[in-house]
């Protein structure tokens, strides 16, 4: 990361000098990616899944079930429901995973998809129990779960874009910082910041829109 | 003027202050406009995301999962009818198996698990080197006509580094890296295609170091031998 990073400053320094081509400087087209690496470790899993065993299974469970989780916790505000929710979907997961299809969507959302099936569930036994003379609940206090699973989603690839953009988009989205002043801040040339804010930007869009589109 | 560059359009989207031109030019171009109000839907939601939004679930309920689903092996197996003329004791060795499997746990039991022709070419216990404590298990699958390796171990030291699953050859003379283990002491990965399990037997995990060596620390933490 540090060496593509040097090379690109390099070279910014020597186009501003006016320098001519710098064949001896070896650019790589792009500072490396580690979340394109988990991608497609993910990619992989979820291959995996509909036909792999236990062991498979419990690598899914440990990549996704913090989605299933939180995502069952902020709409239920109760953490042994949304532990409930989490087993009943991760036991229903692996009961149906052969109909699981990679081509057809994403694994993520598939989950989520179970999740939210089980979340209305409870919420709905809930509506049940209550005093039935009470006027049906607004569920002003539950954040409706499609809310919450796009915070979720969110979340879960600000966690994975790498370093230095994690860092870079932690400043531009809570310290409100230019990319100027990021760029100041991390010695980073303007341009790598800006370059990395767009494809984290992108990336982060085109996830979501992958793994919500399977609601 | 011409369309806003994507680079400018992220910029704007988080919040820096767009250029005369390129303000006019958001209001009056359709294409530009959407794009950046994707993104800015983007940045609306991550500045909503709290610090503790993504947390995992208690231990207990992954050993509650474990459990559910080795009773459904064990149960779909006993409840199954019995044809006539059935291979004597097929049924209660499921069962067995299962019952086992269930305390096993880990690619034992998912070996034993299995209803469908197992697909498990071997498997191993990996057994702790040193001062290690921790233990698991090594399984090669055959996943799509893909061979993978399938690992799950317990216990593993605490690491300011990262662990690295590899194969070694039988003289740990020569080795192939094949990838890092998971936050969950888990990982499936794919083998290089023409490697052979009887070159490289032994599935060996290394504590690494973040010291951009790509080489094995000589730190190994549990190894075992899959079976030719």
Partial sequence: MNGASIVRL???????RGGGPIMSVVEPLEPADPARDADAADA????????????TFAAVYDRWSPLVYSTARRVLLDSHEAADVTQEVFVSAW???????????????????ITRRRVADHLERRTRQADPTDTPAEDSAHAPVDEAVDRIL????????????????RLAFYEQMTHAEIAEALQLPLGTVKSHVRRSLQRLRDRWEVDRGAL | MAHCDAQTLSLIAIGEE?????????????????????????????RDVDDDELMPPPAHVWAAISEEIAADAAGADAGNVVPLRAKRGFAPWIAAAAAVGLVLGGVGGALLMRSTPPEIVASVALEPLADYTATGNAALEVVDGTEMLAVDVTGLPATDGY???????PDASSMIALGTLGPGETAVLPLPAGVSLADYPVVDISAEPYDGDPAHSTDSVVRGTLPA
């Fill in chain 1, 10 to 16: 390099d070279v910014e320094r020597m186009a501003r």
């Fill in chain 1, 95 to 113: 009961r149906s995973r052969a109909s699981f299809d990679p081509a057809r969507g994403s694994l993520p959302g598939w989950l989520l998809t």
């Fill in chain 1, 44 to 55: 992989r899993l979820a291959a995996a899944f509909p036909t792999g065993g236990e062991p």
């Fill in chain 1, 154 to 169: 969110i979340a879960d690839e600000l966690g994975r874009l790498g370093e230095p953009p994690a860092t870079i988009m």
């Fill in chain 2, 18 to 46: 767009p250029s005369a031109d390129e303000a006019l030019h958001l209001v009056t171009c359709d294409a530009c406009r959407r794009e950046w109000e994707s993104l800015r839907a983007v940045v609306d939601v991550a």
């Fill in chain 2, 163 to 169: 662990f690295e699953v590899w194969l070694l050859a």
